[in-house]
C-alpha cells in the first residue's frame, strides 16, 4: 500500500468499491479461514490510508454485526486477527470504538485478559482507546485483577494498560498502586522497580532471575507518569551492584534511558543515581549494553556530575583504554585529557557538545541525508572530462580529424560495460 497511490488512481479506487461488494455479500464459513481474514484487513487498511471513510465505516459495520456479536470468534485466530485490525481502524469512529468496547470488552475484560488469543484484543484495545471515559471504565473492571493476569503470564495487557495511562494522562496514582498490590509490595512501593524488572512478586525475587522485556517496558513507561516519585525512590534503593547487572543487561539498559530523560525525573534523582552507581562504573563500562548505558547517563547530566563520573573512570582509565567497549566511553567523557591535561577538559567536552549538535542541525536524520546524496550523485557523475580536453587543443584540417578518428575506432579496445554507466 505504501507503494501504491490509490487517490488520482481511476483502477484502483474501483477495486476498492468492487472488494466492499465482495465483503459485504462474503459467506460467514469463509471468515474463520487465514487467507480471506487477511484480503479483509489489507482492505481495511487500505480504506483507511485512503480516506475512504464512509465504506471503511460501512465494512465495520457490517463485519461487527455478522461476526462479533457474541464470543463465539475467540476460537477461530482468523476472527481474532480481523478484530485486531477493526480496532485499530475504528479507532478514528469514536461510536463505532464505543460500541466494539460495549458489545465484545464490556463484562467480558477479565476473561479476554487471561485468555490465550483474547489478550492480544485486550492489548490493542487499550493501545486505541482516546475517550478518558472508555479507558476507566475499562480500568475499573480490571483494577482488582492484575494479579490473576500477571500470574497467568500476560503481563502484555497490563504494558498496554500502563501506556494508555500515560497516553491519557489518566488514573495513574491508582493504576501504580495496583501494580505495587498485585507485586505484593508495601505502601511505599519500595521493592517495586526489583520485583517489576523481573515480573515477580516480592516474596520470590532474587539476584539470579532475568530481566522480564515487558517488566523492563512497564517500568519504563511508570516513569513517564506525572508523579513517578516512589518509582524513583524504588529504583534509587537498589544496591550499586544489582544497579550495575540492570543496566549491563540487553533488556534492563533501556530504563536508564528513560529514567534520565523524562520530565518528571528532576536534577537530584539524576544525581543520586550517579552517587549510587559509584563505584561501578568501569564495570558498567566494561559491558557490551553497559557502555551504551554510560554514554546515556553521561549525556544528560550536569557538569558537576560529569567530573564525578570522569573522576572514577581516570583511575582505570588504562582498562578502559583497552577494552573492546569501553574505549567508547573513554573517548566519549575525554578519560584522557581530564587525567593529563585537566586545565583543559571542560574546554574539551564543550566543544565535543557543541559540535554534536552543530551536525545534528546540519545533517538531520541520516536517512535523509542517505536520500540527498543518493539523488545527487548521478549529476555529480555525468561531468565530461573529454570534452575539457578537445576545447584545448588546437583546429586542425577536417581531413585530417576525419583520419586521426578512424585510426582511433581501429586501435580502441571494447570496455566492459561499467556499473556507472547506469547512474
Request: proline share 3%; charged share 30%; net charge neutral.
Amino acid at each position: 500500500m505504501d507503494k501504491y497511490q490509490f487517490p488520482g488512481d481511476p483502477g484502483l479506487l474501483e477495486c476498492l468499491e468492487v472488494l466492499q461488494e465482495k465483503v459485504l455479500n462474503i459467506e460467514e464459513d469463509l471468515m474463520w479461514e487465514e487467507l480471506p481474514s487477511t484480503v479483509v484487513q489489507t482492505l481495511l487498511r487500505a480504506y483507511s490510508q485512503t480516506g475512504k471513510k464512509s465504506s471503511l465505516k460501512t465494512v465495520l459495520k457490517f463485519l461487527l454485526k455478522k461476526f462479533y456479536s457474541g464470543q463465539d470468534f475467540l476460537d477461530g485466530s482468523a476472527l481474532v486477527r480481523l478484530l485486531e485490525t477493526i480496532i485499530e481502524c475504528s479507532a478514528e469512529f469514536e461510536k463505532t470504538f464505543s460500541k466494539i468496547h460495549k458489545n465484545v470488552f464490556a463484562e467480558n475484560l477479565q476473561k479476554l485478559s487471561i485468555h490465550a488469543q483474547g489478550n492480544f484484543l485486550v492489548q490493542r484495545f487499550f493501545d486505541h482507546v482516546t475517550s478518558t471515559e472508555t479507558f476507566s471504565c475499562a480500568w475499573n473492571e480490571l483494577s482488582g485483577s492484575l494479579e490473576n493476569i500477571l500470574s497467568a503470564g500476560y503481563t502484555g495487557v497490563v504494558l498496554a494498560i500502563v501506556k494508555c495511562s500515560v497516553r491519557l494522562k489518566f488514573e495513574q496514582s491508582t493504576i501504580l498502586q495496583q501494580l505495587g498490590t498485585a507485586l505484593h509490595c508495601n505502601e511505599e512501593l519500595e521493592q517495586l522497580a526489583p520485583a517489576c524488572t523481573k515480573m515477580m512478586i516480592v516474596e520470590k525475587l532474587e539476584d539470579d532471575l532475568p530481566v522480564h522485556l515487558h517488566g523492563s517496558l512497564i517500568l519504563q513507561e511508570l516513569f513517564m507518569f506525572s508523579k513517578p516519585i516512589k518509582v524513583v525512590r524504588s529504583l534509587l534503593s537498589m544496591e550499586g551492584s544489582s544497579l550495575r547487572k540492570l543496566f549491563s543487561d540487553p533488556r534492563g539498559s533501556h530504563i536508564l534511558d528513560k529514567f534520565v530523560t523524562s520530565p518528571s525525573v528532576g536534577e537530584k534523582s539524576r544525581e543520586s543515581l550517579v552517587k549510587r552507581l559509584s563505584g561501578e562504573m568501569v564495570t558498567l563500562s566494561c559491558s557490551k549494553h553497559g557502555s551504551r548505558a554510560v554514554q546515556s547517563l553521561w549525556n544528560s547530566s550536569s557538569n558537576k556530575q560529569k567530573q564525578v563520573i570522569v573522576e572514577e573512570l581516570a583511575n582505570d582509565e588504562n582498562i578502559l583504554r583497552s577494552h573492546q567497549f569501553g574505549r567508547y566511553v573513554h573517548q566519549c567523557c575525554a578519560v584522557s585529557v581530564w587525567k593529563h591535561q585537566r586545565s583543559e577538559w571542560n574546554q574539551v567536552i564543550s566543544k565535543s557538545q557543541k559540535t554534536r549538535e552543530m551536525f545534528k542541525d546540519i545533517l538531520g536524520d541520516g536517512s535523509e541525508r542517505k536520500r540527498k546524496l543518493e539523488s545527487e550523485a548521478p549529476v555529480l557523475k555525468k561531468e565530461p572530462k573529454v570534452e575539457l580536453k578537445i576545447k584545448d587543443e588546437p583546429e586542425e584540417p577536417e581531413e585530417q580529424q576525419e583520419s586521426k578518428e578512424q585510426s582511433a575506432k581501429k586501435k580502441k579496445k571494447k570496455k566492459n560495460k561499467s556499473y556507472l554507466d547506469d547512474l
